[in-house]
């Protein structure tokens, strides 16, 4: 299968109706999981990932990039407004994910999270990860969390493919 996910900036509807909610960075910079966080920026781009069983990848000798152990979603459900997140719904998913596949949380060496450089979202991603992930680390070493907002900006709806596309070039 060819997953894919591409976002293009065709309107000022959305720009208009961000700016207003002040929600973008004023200064065009993504500081994502930064003091100094100010707002996202939007970008546009695309790309495109090719999912295929192992033993199938194994027998056509293709180069592996990575395996999905697991995947998981949920809702954040009711919060306080449409751009704040509940972290007990990010923590439930990453607990069910973990205890689902039978994951060790204690073996993670990187995130690559949502984060979207807001000083509302952001401390509520990084303590739902750090809550789950982090504790089970059990203060051995620290977790690097990372976003690719802060490479490229927010892709939205090509947001999760340009994540997965960080986090294989991270393990590259």
């Given at each position: 299968a060819i997953a894919g996910g591409v976002?293009?900036?065709?309107?000022?509807?959305a720009f208009v109706g961000f700016s207003k909610a002040r929600m973008l960075s004023p200064d065009g910079r993504c500081r994502v999981f930064d003091a100094s966080g100010n707002?996202?920026?939007?970008?546009?781009?695309?790309?495109?990932v090719l999912l295929k069983p192992l033993s199938q990848a194994?027998?056509?000798?293709n180069r592996i990039m990575a395996l999905i152990a697991g995947t998981g979603l949920n809702s954040d459900g009711r919060t306080t407004g449409?751009?704040?997140?509940?972290?007990?719904?990010?923590?439930?998913?990453?607990?069910?994910?973990?205890?689902?596949?039978?994951l060790?949380?204690?073996?993670?060496?990187?995130?690559?999270?949502?984060g979207t450089g807001t000083a509302a979202g952001d401390p509520?991603?990084?303590?739902?990860?750090?809550?789950?992930?982090?504790?089970a680390l059990k203060g051995t070493r620290?977790?690097?969390?990372?976003?690719?907002k802060s490479n490229i900006g927010h892709l939205e709806s090509a947001s999760?493919?340009?994540?997965?596309?960080?986090?294989?070039?991270?393990?590259?």
């Open positions: 976002n293009i900036l065709l309107a000022p509807y707002g996202y920026v939007r970008s546009e781009g695309g790309g495109a194994l027998r056509d000798n449409i751009a704040l997140p509940n972290g007990e719904a990010q923590a439930a998913l990453l607990e069910d994910i973990y205890r689902r596949y039978s060790d949380k204690s073996k993670v060496v990187y995130v690559e999270a949502h509520v991603e990084a303590n739902s990860i750090g809550s789950v992930i982090g504790l620290r977790l690097p969390i990372g976003s690719v999760g493919m340009a994540g997965l596309m960080k986090a294989l070039l991270v393990f590259d």
